[in-house]
């Protein structure tokens, strides 16, 4: 890890960061927001800020902030310099004191030592002047549920001052940028994840700050609402505001053009995502399993002493080398010929995750406590489907939700369902859960129609709900208590069991720490153990990484792959679309229907175009719909 004030890439970690809005920001979408944005910076300057023609940069002078009961600082001594003009990125692991430097910034939280001036001003001391130049958007945004947009709206403009003819103007303007003004009557609950982000996004600049602190905004936003979020902001940038966006996601760390990385509190990099990227180079490969489990692949790599990463991406085991690792000793350690090892290009991710010391090893997987599912061919006509849909339909009054959708899952598969917010993909998945009765059609597992035997085949099933449905008063062991005696276990198979999990999770430190204490990451590994108690050999996963970090998220499917190799079958929803890789094919659902299915691999290829010709799952996931949307404008 470097020191203070050390050299990375040419920078010390006090020297300034310029901010300008990156090159391969869609154009179109940033132009039209860019557009929108000029009305924003209309209302602001008739409105007459304190910063105005001031210094909006952020100062950090040895910030630093520690809490009582941890070993490390949340965060250590900073020295950094941010810039107006663009979006700069914070990243870093869960605990890795990107919140808490933010709440700093916002002056929620006094700091332990230093200084960090905003504008001009100290967050603690000039906390009134500076909250009128400054817009926070929390990771668990305010708004009221039973409020419509127009009332949040309005209750957010009273707390910020803004009344009169300023709110008016700033309504209207805020409602076109965000393109919320045809659902100013609709209640924020019912609003989909993209839309809630974009009212917490309008609350926040109401007022007309000049910096804008951003909490893991993109968190649980499909891709197309996370692209119309980020030509939002960085149509902001450019019009002159410093903006601040944290984030676990590392596709969108590559969206800024300079980061602040960020590991225990301590700094570890701070730069543009570029020359980290590019440190990378010649260490990223792809490797093709041939006839072997692409899964078995990648556990075998991650256990060589020359890979420090791995995850599947396709067909294929993506593979990050050591330093000065061979690739062709890596060949022969994995019984692979050459030509099965074949470069890729670097990314952010696979630099962030060696700055990190690499990733899990792949040891301690749940596979090793999972009995083995006798396991059919898949491609065999006599496997009967384990997880079946037929002509699968719910309406909501007048409105279809899901539109006769059909789809079947082999034994030991993983089965992902995509789509965007609102598309209908959450309701397809309670109805395959047995948690919603569909309006016509079947949701069928292993053959028992849930609405029929429902009992009979839930004890089969694991299911793992998007917000965890734990019991954050409850201790963690009595949280395991708790979902094993659902589960019908009881005695010494439950205290085995429970035994069990703990190992394998490390939960032991925290056994009687109360549920609602726990880092995100472990909440999500107390969710999964919870849901595996009583050893299913199906599972339903909801979002199951949903704003944890890539060191988190790779452990877990480590877990899942592991359960997988033995016959356990999963259904999987995520707007990850690096995670929806994993799975052994997908189902795009869209306004209710399924639009597109196949292994990831042949999704990619539907999509290649001339300005794509190798499209990432994201690229595919947007195209698609494009296409979609684009033949029934047609017909």
């Known amino acids: 890890m470097p020191g203070q004030g050390e050299q990375r890439n040419g920078k010390t970690a006090g020297e300034s960061l310029p901010c300008t809005a990156p090159e391969n920001t869609d154009k179109a979408l940033a132009a039209q927001e860019k557009s929108r944005a000029g009305g924003i910076t209309s209302a602001r300057a008739s409105a007459g800020t304190v910063a105005d023609g001031g210094n909006l940069d952020i100062v950090l002078s040895g910030l630093s902030k520690r809490f009582k009961g941890l070993d490390h600082p949340a965060v250590a001594p900073l020295e950094l310099k941010l810039h107006a003009g663009a979006v700069t990125g914070l990243v870093g692991p869960d605990g890795a004191g990107k919140t808490t430097l933010l709440r700093m910034l916002a002056g929620l939280l006094a700091p332990s030592a230093g200084q960090a001036r905003v504008a001009g001003l100290d967050p603690v001391a000039e906390g009134r002047a500076l909250r009128a130049v400054l817009g926070y958007m929390p990771q668990r945004f305010g708004l009221y549920e039973d409020l419509s947009v127009q009332e949040n709206l309005t209750l957010y403009a009273s707390l910020r001052g803004v009344e009169g003819k300023e709110r008016q103007a700033s309504f209207a303007t805020l409602l076109r940028f965000t393109g919320l003004e ?67 996601y590392l596709d969108e760390a590559e969206q800024c053009r300079e980061v602040v990385l960020l590991r ?57 080398l050591r330093k000065d690792a061979a690739p062709e000793a890596v060949a022969r350690a994995l019984n692979l010929p050459a030509k099965a090892l074949r470069p890729a290009e670097p990314r952010f991710e696979d630099a962030f995750i060696d700055l990190l010391g690499g990733g899990p090893s792949g040891g301690e997987a749940l596979g090793g406590e999972v009995p083995a599912v006798s396991v059919a061919s898949r491609q065999g006509k006599e496997s009967a489907p384990v997880i079946e849909a037929r002509e699968l339909t719910r309406t909501f009054g007048s409105f279809t939700a899901t539109d006769r959708v059909s789809f079947a899952v082999g034994r030991g598969e993983i089965f992902g369902l995509l789509g965007p917010n609102g598309a209908g993909k959450s309701t397809t998945f309670k109805m395959m859960c047995g948690l919603l009765k569909p309006s016509s059609g079947q949701a069928l597992v292993l053959g028992r129609d849930l609405q029929r035997e429902p009992a009979a085949a839930r004890r089969r099933l694991g299911y793992m709900a998007q917000k965890f449905s734990l019991y954050e008063g409850l201790s963690v062991k009595q949280n395991l208590r708790f979902f094993s005696g659902i589960y019908g276990l009881s005695g010494r198979e439950r205290e085995k069991r429970i035994q069990e999990m703990t190992a394998t999770f490390g939960f032991a430190p925290m056994l009687g720490q109360a549920a609602g204490e726990l880092p995100l990451g ?67 659902v869209y306004h209710g229907r399924l639009i597109a299915a196949g292994p990831p691999d042949s999704l990619k290829a539907e999509a290649r175009a001339e300005q794509t010709p190798n499209p990432s799952m994201e690229e595919a996931f947007i195209s698609l719909i494009e296409r979609y949307d ?6």
């Open 182 to 248: 045809p659902f100013t009557g609709r209640l924020a609950g019912k609003l989909s994840g993209g839309m809630k982000q974009k009212l917490g996004l309008a609350c926040a600049l109401l007022g007309s700050p000049r910096v804008l602190l951003l909490d893991e905004p993109g968190v649980g936003v499909d891709p197309i609402s996370r692209r119309e979020l980020w030509a939002m902001v960085h149509a902001l940038a450019g019009e002159g505001l410093l903006i601040v966006w944290s984030t676990s």
């Open 264 to 320: 225990e509190g301590a700094l570890l990099y701070a730069g543009p995502p570029g020359n980290l990227t590019r440190s990378m180079a010649g260490r990223s490969f792809l490797a093709d399993p041939g006839e072997r489990s692409k899964r078995a692949l990648l556990r075998q790599a991650l256990g060589a002493p020359e890979v420090g990463d791995g995850i599947i991406q396709g067909g294929f085991a993506r593979l990050i």
């Open 522 to 588: 472990f909440k999500q590994r107390l969710a999964l153990a919870c849901a595996l108690m009583h050893r299913p050999d199906i599972l339903f996963l909801d979002e199951p990484t949903s704003g944890v970090d890539p060191l988190t998220r790779r452990e877990f499917w480590l877990h899942i792959n592991s359960m997988v190799e033995k016959g356990v079958t999963v259904m999987v929803t995520t707007h990850f679309m690096d995670e929806a890789e994993y799975c052994d094919r997908i189902g795009l």
């Open 630 to 635: 684009a033949a029934r404008g047609e017909n």
